[in-house]
């Protein structure tokens, strides 16, 4: 007998406000009883398309069965009349209140009727089917994360839910909290609940779920039986069939390998989760390379940025920076020693309400203020041309505020103030991130001709084939280590995927 899907996501598509097409006419369906498994690189789509299920956004197209009958979702609460709850990484806990007065208040937005003890009765009896316990009584902040992980899951159940959407959930585990996460969801199928696991994670798509359908910018790229598929395999449909071609006609062959600038030496840092604190770090970068840094977000990149730059400090190992340890060195001490540094993101590196010169100003007042705190403006006004001029800003004068440049143009302003100082080493986060073709272009060029001319450049991008396409060495990180290093061409896609889904 064919099994009859609980849900049937038909046809789906989506495109952004801001023109960002996120999915495009994907169609999945979910059986009763069953872990499937959504699998994707950064960006591919996964979690749009559980918020269309989750009632969070509106598809653009397409349509939405649940138990075989269409659905129009209004929002969350509408999803979780039909059984649905999505759990995010952040949890929707309140820290002061205790785990009781927790499940209570969202049963109560559910059943208004429902007294606490009915909440209790129900929760104890969850818990009693699942085999499980957790503190009721306790503030949810004295409970480890795991713990306030189950307090989701269970608030959940006691509502009702059918499925349950999983977004990641063991980023922010630690290994024993994963293999506990992992006995509650066999749990849950064991008594009937659907859950929908979203992870880049090979090993853990293979261990726990029935199904699996891969994701790759915004299409459904496969889906299969997670006992007739191989890891190797589910690498290759995540991150695509072919390499991207390097792209001649912006690289040309670094310039003599010279000497090592940066020496990392076993570096340990504490990261914002388990998962991107930096465990054991060793990195060499010579003057006259791009070093590309693939993997997927928050496996530690940003930490690792952040602790050349001098923003996180190292709990172990060395930083020598030309030969002299520059550990306790502040950030300012570091970028007058010609560190420069692109952060992952516009929004944190460029203030819109200020003009480009002030946004200059920002990492080159070093040079620009006098010790008497006084801005020398005409040097500033050179170098804010220069940077106009040099890094072809379209804008008509260093007044104009940032807030009114395009996007490639307040990113050029970025770069360009931190190329203008002809840095030693460069330090480039997502460079190109949202940015159309032509500008592109124009700042990877800028990143290469700095190489050129000498100068190193560590790049992290989530985008592949930015780093295939510009670096001279790649490094792949996972779980806040290297875990693979080669060069562009040395490496093939399988290596790449199964390295970058933690299987290598
Ligand atoms: N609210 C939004 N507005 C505009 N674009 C968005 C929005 N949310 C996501 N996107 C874009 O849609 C695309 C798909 O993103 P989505 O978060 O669904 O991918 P994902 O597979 O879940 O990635 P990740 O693993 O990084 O979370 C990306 O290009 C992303 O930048």
Redesign the pocket.
């Known amino acids: 007998m064919v099994k009859e899907p609980l849900v049937r996501l038909e046809n789906i598509s989506k495109t ?3 023109g ?1 097409k ?2 495009d006419n994907v169609s999945i369906e979910i059986y009763p009883g069953e872990i499937l498994g959504l699998l ?10 559980m ?1 269309i299920l989750y009632g969070e ?1 509106k598809p653009s197209s397409g349509r939405i069965y649940i138990k075989g009958r269409e659905v129009n979702l209004h929002g969350p609460w509408d999803a979780l009349k039909h059984g649905i709850r999505m759990i995010y990484q952040h949890f929707s806990l309140i820290d002061e209140f205790t785990v009781m007065e927790n499940m209570h208040l969202f049963m109560s937005t559910i059943d208004k009727k429902a007294t606490i003890d009915e909440t209790r009765r129900k929760v104890e009896e969850v818990l009693k089917t699942l085999g499980f316990q957790i503190l009721l009584d306790e503030p949810v902040a004295r409970l480890p994360i795991g713990a306030q992980q189950k307090v989701e899951i269970i608030k959940s159940l006691i509502t009702g839910a059918e499925i349950l959407i999983l977004d ?1 959930p063991t980023s922010v585990l630690n290994p024993l909290e994963i293999e506990e996460l992992f006995r509650l969801i066999k749990k849950l199928r064991e008594n009937g609940v659907s859950v929908i696991f ?1 992870s ?1 994670k090979l090993k853990e798509i293979k261990e726990l779920t029935d199904r699996v359908v891969v ?1 790759r910018k ?1 299409r459904k790229v496969g889906e299969a039986e997670t006992a007739n598929i191989d890891e190797s395999t589910l690498a290759k449909m995540m991150i695509g069939e072919e390499l991207p071609e390097l792209n001649q006609t912006v690289k040309t062959s670094s310039n003599n390998l010279s000497r090592e600038i940066l020496v990392l030496e076993d570096i340990e840092v504490k990261g914002d989760k388990e998962q991107s604190t930096l465990k054991g770090i060793s990195l060499r970068i010579r003057s006259g390379e791009v070093v590309g840094v693939a993997g ?2 928050g496996n530690g990149q940003k930490e690792l940025a952040e602790t050349i730059i001098g923003l996180r400090k190292p709990i172990k190992g060395r930083i020598l920076f030309e030969n002299e340890d520059i550990a306790s060195l502040s950030v300012e001490d570091r970028l007058r020693k010609g560190i420069s540094f692109i952060p992952e993101s516009r929004k944190i590196g460029l203030i819109g309400e200020m003009d480009i010169s002030a946004n200059i100003l920002l990492t080159n007042h070093m040079h620009l203020v006098s010790r008497f705190g006084v801005v020398r403006t005409k040097e500033l006004e050179n170098l804010s041309l220069r940077v106009i001029k040099d890094y072809e800003v379209v804008a008509a004068s260093p007044r104009v505020l940032v807030k009114h440049l395009s996007g490639g143009n307040q990113q050029k302003v970025m770069t360009g103030r931190e190329l203008v100082k002809n840095p030693k080493l460069l330090v480039a986060m997502e460079p190109t991130q ?1 940015l159309d073709v032509k500008s592109t272009q124009q700042i990877r060029r800028l990143l290469l001709d700095h190489r050129n001319k000498g100068g190193a450049v560590l790049l992290i991008s ?1 985008d592949l084939e930015e780093l295939l396409t510009l670096s001279d060495r790649l490094v792949i990180m996972f779980n806040g280590r290297i875990t693979t290093e080669g060069t562009p061409g040395g490496l093939t896609v399988e290596k790449i995927g199964l390295c970058m889904g933690g299987s290598c």
């Open positions: 952004y406000p801001d960002v996120a999915l994707g690189e950064n960006g591919a789509g996964k979690t749009t398309l918020r956004i990641e979203i880049h994701l915004g997927i977000q949202g989530s």
